[in-house]
Nanobody, 120 residues
């Protein structure tokens, strides 16, 4: 089982920056792929950024060049560094862990989310 706790959300002005953190429990964090999703009111939850256990990353087109996902395996933590924020980035941001066992079955674990509001 994996438990996730997000932090770092809050109110930021347009053009500002914010860093989100997601701390994961467990002893095999280095083997787990991680991702950030977000969901705005009235909209579907969407993938923002993803990082594999090997460090390969990908991003939604809307955040490329502005957001960076990274991980610190020693701290069992994944980060989302957000820059050049605009009001369209306002959403609840969720951390997700993806664990694939030897059988090939994937298990997903979600945090409770942290609110990011971009407004002047």
């Amino acid at each position: 089982q994996v438990q996730l706790v997000e932090s770092g959300g809050g109110l930021v002005q347009p053009g500002g920056s914010l860093r989100l953190s997601c701390a994961a429990s467990g002893s095999i964090f280095s083997l787990i792929a991680m991702a950030w999703y977000r969901q705005a009111p009235g909209k579907q939850r969407e993938l923002v950024a993803h990082i594999t256990s090997g460090g390969r990353t990908n991003y939604a087109d809307s955040v490329k060049g502005r957001f960076t996902i990274s991980r610190d395996n020693a701290k069992n933590t994944v980060y989302l560094q957000m820059s050049s924020l605009n009001p369209k980035d306002t959403a609840v941001y969720y951390c997700k862990a993806e664990r694939t066992v030897v059988s090939g079955t994937q298990y997903d674990y979600w945090g409770q989310g942290t609110q990011v509001t971009v407004s002047s």
